[in-house]
């Protein structure tokens, strides 16, 4: 009985601990954030996406606003359409520009704003909002993209705190992007003498592929030719004896 009892005082302790644990942990699971869809090269370019939670029982996300980088400007920046979203795109003059594809660009995107059109992001729910962005950097690790979220009763929360170097996560935390390393072919995909090795690549293979199949067809023509022979032979040597043995009957 005793042995029950402190059994089941353990248990229920540990599912109090595990539920203090979860409530305290949650908050962390519910940063606004930025991830890539696949790999974010340096030198390159990426879709990614903003993954926004709503925190609140009682009012709906329906606002989110992201500042890109000045440090590292991105000269090119598209959203992709999301029903139920207005979507504003602002740019603005570089201080100094930027070459991108052999061309001088003096300005770049500065903020990206979502505004919903209907009810937002509801209680329980979370939204993706994918951007194309690039060309990323080449002399960076990261990206940090400021976001402020807005919720149906007014509410405002900025997630623009910069993780320091060695310091606690701060309470609102910048989205950040980390970047991969530059890819060795390039970063805009192979060229076409890469292409079209593989492509002979390619039709080597099939070739020898095919002729494997024929040399295999081949093959089990004759081991068929051979059985049909013996079958035959077979059918004869029966036949012989056969009326030999109805010769001998008749005798």
Known sequence: M???RIASRVAAAAAVAGSAVLVLSSPAFAHVSVAAEGSAAKGGYAVVDFKVPNERDNASTTKLEVAFPTDHPLASAMPEPINGWKIDVTKAKLAKPIELHGKQIS????????????????????????????????????????????????????????QEDGAEEPENPAPVLALAAASEGGHHGASAEEASDK????????????????????TTARVLGVV?????????????????RRTTADA
Request: charged residues 25%.
């Open 107 to 162: 300005e770049a995107v500065s903020k990206i704003t979502w505004t919903a059109t209907g009810k937002g992001v509801e209680a329980g729910y979370f939204q993706k909002f994918p951007v194309s962005i690039g060309a990323l950097p080449e002399d960076a690790d990261e990206l940090v993209f400021k976001a402020i979220q807005t919720y149906s009763n007014k509410e405002v929360v900025r997630w623009i705190e910069v």
């Open 2 to 4: 005793k042995a029950s």
């Open 228 to 244: 049909g022979i013996v079958v035959g032979a077979a059918g004869v040597a029966y036949g012989v004896l056969a009326g030999r």
């Open 199 to 218: 492509s002979d690549d390619a039709e080597t293979a099939a070739t020898t592929e095919a002729a494997s199949d024929s040399d295999n067809s081949d």
